[in-house]
């Protein structure tokens, strides 16, 4: 993954300075280790700045939407997915954006490792190929990277991008028979009970901060439902009821489009899985439509069109 | 996918139904209220995602 970094920056300089694009959009070394952030860059000079490792887990495709000028982009699996999103939805045009495309191999889940590290301050990650070196004030671990993959990194299956213009590196081989909705039959096979208590239990942390709608990128609706209070369509406490209404309306906002790029799951303040939610819709968009989101730019995504053979048993 | 999302957090099936009823299809909709009626009271008052208001006193 590290070895990228050199080759983006490049890019993105001689682009910047051809005038092929305007804005190059990327990732820049977080403040604090393994909190990679999102950066759009317009000065060739600044170019230097991009970085990419396993802490990238933010997605791009939020800073794509309501743009007039030549876009740039950095895509692995998830992010191209997430353009293919925007452009069947009007969100971009596919001329406006030049996809630079990335193998990516997953990203690291930085709860796992503050939990390896037992809680003590990280101070550096270093990254060397399949392994990666943590560092504080009096220890230094390293740890294999396969073992602190994000949980929607471990069961992706689309590493490399859908779409792009050129790519950086020889794209990954894809990963086979992989097992991803294991956690969804888990509780498919609970009863009605024990579901409600493992989500009201999942979701009793919830604060409202809505970090996870902020960082999805499906999310540009340009005023939220969450923030409406002409009519107030949920309520705005962290009352049991109304957090689940909230979890439950903003993952049905999702269905049929999540591409499970885990941006949700990254930013929870509290480490809410609410992957949990999204991952039933999507096992049921496969079930029911045979359908993976973002994989194609010319079919109509399940609920946008309407078919005679469509699943219908549960009509009367 | 949102009847499956619904009873997937752990509303009991049968609270959720999904039916359509043409203008013109008077006996179909006292059918199905009905049935609707009697699997939901089978069910009892519902528990869950209500809110109740603060009791006082």
């Not at chain 1, 791009?60 to 191209?80: D, M, Q, W």
């Not at chain 1, 086979?176 to 909705?181: R, S, W």
């Not at chain 1, 096979?189 to 989500?199: D, I, L, P, R």
Request: proline content about 5%; overall charge neutral; some cysteine.
């Amino acid at each position: 993954m590290e070895q990228f970094g050199e080759k983006i920056r490049e890019r993105a300089r001689e682009l910047l300075e051809t005038g092929k694009v305007e804005v190059f959009v990327g990732y820049r070394k977080g403040t604090v280790p393994m909190m990679n952030h999102p950066v759009l860059i317009r000065d060739p000079g600044k170019a230097e700045i991009l970085h990419w490792d396993s802490h990238c887990g933010l997605n791009l495709c939020n800073y794509l939407t309501k743009r007039t000028e030549k876009i740039g982009v950095l895509a692995n699996g998830c992010n191209s997915r997430n353009m293919v999103t925007h452009i069947i939805e009007n969100q971009v045009k596919r001329e406006q954006l030049y996809i630079v495309g990335i193998p990516c191999t997953g990203m690291i889940d930085h709860r796992a490792v503050a939990r390896a590290v037992k809680g003590r301050e990280i101070l550096a990650v270093d990254e060397e190929g399949e392994a990666f070196t943590v560092r504080g004030r009096d220890f230094e671990e390293t740890f294999r990277k396969k073992d602190f993959l994000q949980r929607n990194c471990a069961v992706c299956t689309h590493h490399n991008p859908v779409i792009c213009d050129e790519m950086i590196g020889d794209p990954v081989e894809e990963p086979q028979g992989v097992q991803a909705y294991k956690d969804v039959e888990t509780v498919e096979a609970m009863s009605a009970e024990k579901k409600w208590g493992f989500f009201t239990q999942l979701i009793s942390k919830c604060v409202r901060c809505y970090a996870c709608r902020n960082a999805c990128p499906l999310c540009y609706c340009p005023t939220c439902f969450v923030d409406e209070s002409r009519p107030q369509w949920v309520g705005k406490s962290v009352h049991e009821t109304d957090t689940m209404t909230f979890h439950l309306l903003r993952a049905y906002h999702c269905a049929g489009r999540c591409t499970d790029c885990g941006a949700c799951e990254r930013v929870c303040p509290v480490g809410i899985p609410m992957r949990q939610f999204t991952k039933k819709l999507n096992k049921d968009a496969m079930e029911y439509f045979s359908w993976e989101p973002g994989l194609s730019l010319e079919e109509r995504p399940p609920l946008d069109t309407y078919r005679p053979d469509d699943y219908n048993e549960f009509v009367r | 996918m949102l009847k499956g999302l619904v009873e997937h957090v752990g509303i009991e099936p049968g609270r959720l139904h999904f039916s359509w009823i043409s203008s013109a299809e008077s006996t179909k909709f006292v059918e199905v209220a009905q049935e609707v009626a009697k699997a939901v009271k089978e069910l009892g008052p519902a528990e869950r995602l209500v809110k109740r208001r603060a009791e006082v006193g």
